[in-house]
C-alpha cells in the first residue's frame, strides 16, 4: 500500500461522527443538519429534464476532453461572469471538463508534483481537505497559510519564508473562502501571480463559491481576471476550478471545470485520459444546459440572501457573527472547546454543525480553527430560521 495513506488524518465528516456517537438529541426536535457544505435547493428544473432526455446516451463512451459544446458553454459562461472585454478563454485549449472539483483538485496534484524535488504545496489554514490528502498522496509537503482575524481571514503570502516559497510547486487559494467566506481581490490574486512567476509554481484557485455572493455589485473577481490584467493573456501558471454543485444547486451531477493556462490544460488532459474520468454524456449535456443560464443562479443567491437576512439578527444577540462576503457558511467564534460545544448543541438542540478545528491544522502555534464552528445555511429557509431559535436559546441558557 501506499504509505503516504499512513498520513492521511480522518475526514472532518468521520471525526464528527464519532464525536457525537453515543449522544441522545431531544426526540421531540427533528434534526437540522447545518454541518455539510451540501446545497439543498431545488435543482434547476430544464436541467433534470436534460438529463432525463439525454439517458439513451449512456450507450455510448465519453471523451475525456468532454463535449466541444460544453467546453464552449463553460467558456462561455466563465467569460460572462469573470474576464474583463478583450479577455480570450479558448474552449479547445483552455478549459476541461472534472467530475466535481473536488475529484479534480485531488487530481491535478497527482499530475503537477514530482516528488523527487522535495516539493510543498501551499494552502490556506482552515482548507478543503481535499488539498492536504491530494499533497500527502502525491508525495509533497503540505504548508499552511493560517487565515485568521488577524490576516482578516486572507493567507497571509508575505510571511511565507522564501525557502519555502523556492520548493513551492502548487499554491491553493480559495474565493470566496471555505469556511471564512473571505474574498480574494485583485490586488491580491496579482501578487500571488508574482510570487509564481518568481519562483515558478502553478496556482490552483478553487472559485466553487464564486457565484455565491451578497452584494450584487460586488461579485468575487477571478484569478483569471487578475493574470488577464497584469498582462498574462495566456493565464500562464493560473488554473480556476469551478462547479455546479454550489452555482446550481447539482451536487450530486459531479459536474465541474479546470481552465487556464493552456500548457497546463494540456499535460493534466494526459494525465486524464490515462486516470480515466471521463463525464458521461448525460451529465455533459445537463451541464450544458446548466453553465449557458444566469437566471436560476441569480435566484439562488437570492435565497442564501434571505437566509442570511433572516438569520443573522438572531444569532448576533448571543454571538459576535458577522456576514460573509460570498458563500453559505457562518464561521463564528464561540468562546470555548468547539468540539464539546459542538456535541452539547447536538445534545440539547438535535442541530448538527461542525466544530472549526476539525478544519485546520496546528501550524505556526496555533490551530485557527479552534473555538469556531462552522454552520453551513443550506436547509430550506424555515430550517435555517428555527436553527437560529434553538441556537440562540442555547447559547443564552449557558451564559
Not at 187 to 215: G, K, P, Q
Not at 247 to 262: E, I, K, Q, T, Y
Not at 305 to 334: C, M, S, T
Request: charged share 20%; aromatic share 8%.
Amino acid at each position: 500500500m501506499n504509505p503516504a495513506l499512513q498520513r492521511l488524518q480522518a475526514y472532518p465528516f468521520e471525526r464528527l461522527r464519532r464525536l457525537l456517537a453515543g449522544a441522545q438529541p431531544p426526540a421531540g426536535l427533528a434534526g437540522i443538519a447545518l454541518s455539510i457544505g451540501e446545497p439543498r435547493h431545488q435543482p434547476p428544473a430544464f436541467v433534470l429534464a436534460s438529463l432525463r432526455e439525454s439517458l439513451a446516451q449512456l450507450d455510448s463512451y465519453p471523451s475525456t476532453r468532454g463535449l466541444a459544446a460544453l467546453r464552449a458553454a463553460m467558456a462561455a459562461a466563465l467569460s460572462r461572469r469573470l474576464l474583463p472585454p478583450g479577455a480570450v478563454l479558448d474552449p479547445e485549449s483552455m478549459v476541461l471538463p472534472v467530475n466535481g472539483t473536488r475529484e479534480g483538485l485531488f487530481a491535478l496534484v497527482q499530475a503537477v508534483i514530482d516528488p523527487a524535488e522535495g516539493a510543498v504545496v501551499a494552502m490556506p489554514n482552515p482548507f478543503y481537505q481535499i488539498y492536504e490528502g491530494a499533497a500527502l498522496l502525491a508525495g509533497a509537503e503540505p504548508y499552511f497559510l493560517n487565515t485568521t482575524a488577524a490576516t482578516d481571514y486572507l493567507p497571509d503570502l508575505d510571511a511565507v519564508p522564501q525557502a519555502i516559497w523556492r520548493r513551492c510547486r502548487l499554491l491553493f487559494l480559495c474565493s470566496p473562502g471555505n469556511p471564512t467566506g473571505a474574498v480574494l481581490s485583485l490586488a491580491y490574486f496579482a501578487r500571488a501571480i508574482e510570487l509564481a512567476e518568481r519562483h515558478d509554481f502553478v496556482i490552483a484557485a478553487d472559485e466553487c463559491y464564486a457565484d455565491l455572493y451578497l452584494d450584487e455589485s460586488q461579485p468575487p473577481p477571478s484569478l483569471l481576471r487578475a493574470a488577464f490584467e497584469a498582462g498574462n493573456s495566456e493565464y500562464r501558471r493560473c488554473l480556476v476550478f469551478h462547479s455546479l454543485s454550489k452555482r446550481s444547486s447539482l451536487p450530486g451531477l459531479r459536474s465541474g471545470l479546470v481552465a487556464g493556462d493552456p500548457a497546463l490544460i494540456e499535460r493534466f488532459l494526459l494525465y486524464r485520459t490515462y486516470h480515466g474520468c471521463a463525464m458521461p454524456l448525460p451529465t455533459q449535456l445537463a451541464s450544458i444546459a446548466a453553465w449557458s443560464d444566469e437566471a436560476h443562479v441569480a435566484d439562488n443567491r437570492r435565497l442564501y440572501r434571505q437566509k442570511f437576512e433572516q438569520v443573522l439578527p438572531i444569532l448576533r444577540q448571543v454571538l459576535p457573527v458577522q456576514r460573509p462576503a460570498g458563500g453559505f457558511y457562518l464561521w463564528p467564534d464561540i468562546g470555548g472547546d468547539d468540539a464539546l460545544f459542538t456535541r452539547a448543541l447536538f445534545e440539547r438542540a438535535h442541530l448538527t454543525i461542525l466544530p472549526g478545528s476539525y478544519l485546520a491544522r496546528d501550524a505556526h502555534g496555533e490551530n485557527p480553527g479552534r473555538g469556531r464552528v462552522r454552520i453551513s445555511l443550506v436547509p430550506e429557509l424555515g430550517q435555517c430560521v428555527e436553527a437560529a431559535l434553538r441556537l440562540r436559546a442555547f447559547i443564552a441558557s449557558r451564559s
